[in-house]
């Protein structure tokens, strides 16, 4: 069984474009469980863009199942990660300017500053992710920094990018070769999630942004009608 975690970061997105309580992404969270994804995926980032550490603590709070929170690798992410002692956190690259999350870690360059951000995460009993390009300097060096799980970057394959579908195909056996745990993600759609699905040693994909857009477009229609009917009892 291939497990579906559902990134949840675009509610807050679209909630704090007016800075209010709604869209809540704690009724998504539970909404998206109830529908079958396997657990929740979300994003603290450090200009707090989409989701807020309130967020966190009241998703943390409330939610049974898995919860894997992507964070830079810092020191105030770790504390915040030991806080709240989420199931997963998946350490990602972030770049202030950048619109998400581009390209995967660099774990081959940073080891000095991963290793003992990993082995915190670890001693707590957080499972850690190295988000990674499906590259096998990157893969191997993950594997060294003792991270039982990457996921890799799925957004060059999303872009078509020729030979990445390969690329990512003969990573995740060189991850499972080396004892890693196979998760993927970034950019996946109705329309390319299949080939990457298809990979046997992948355990886990993430998906947030297609989701979230396309709950949007499927939704419409039931909010309007609903809406239609409020104000027609209203006359
Ligand atoms: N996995 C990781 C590590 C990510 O940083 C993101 C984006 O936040 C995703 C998966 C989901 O990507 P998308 O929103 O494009 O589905």
Redesign the pocket.
């Known amino acids: 069984m291939i497990r579906l975690g559902v990134?949840i970061?675009?509610v807050a997105t679209i909630r704090n474009a007016r800075g209010g309580t709604h869209p809540d992404p704690l009724r998504a969270a539970l909404s998206a469980i109830e529908a079958g994804a396997d657990g929740i995926?979300l994003?603290l980032r450090e200009d707090r863009r989409h989701i807020r550490d309130d967020d966190v603590t009241r998703i943390c709070a409330a939610l049974t199942a898995p919860i894997n929170l992507?964070m830079a690798a810092t020191d105030d992410m770790v504390a915040v990660a030991l806080r709240h002692a989420p199931h997963a956190a998946?350490i990602?690259p972030e770049r202030r300017a950048e619109v998400?999350?581009e390209g995967g870690l660099d774990a081959a360059g940073q080891a000095a500053l991963l290793g003992p951000k990993i082995a915190a995460l670890n001693e707590a009993g957080i499972r850690v992710s190295l988000?990674i390009d499906p590259d096998p300097a990157q893969i191997r060096a993950a594997a060294s920094l003792g991270a039982p799980v990457i996921?890799l970057?799925t957004?060059a394959y999303?872009e078509g990018r020729p030979g990445e579908l390969q690329r990512l195909q003969d990573g995740a056996v060189l991850g499972r070769s080396l004892g890693l745990e196979i998760h993927a993600?970034?950019?996946?759609t109705y329309e390319n999630v299949a080939a990457i699905a298809a990979i046997r040693e992948v355990a886990e994909l993430?998906?947030?942004?297609?989701?979230i857009g396309q709950a949007i477009l499927d939704g419409l229609p039931g909010v309007v009608t609903h809406m239609r009917a409020l104000i027609r009892a209203a006359r």
Do not use: P, Q
């Not at 993600?185 to 996946?188: A, P, R, S």
């Not at 993430?206 to 989701?211: A, S, Y």
């Open positions: 990134n970061d675009h995926t994003h992507e998946c990602v998400t999350t988000f996921e970057h957004g999303a993600g970034h950019g996946l993430n998906i947030g942004h297609f989701l």
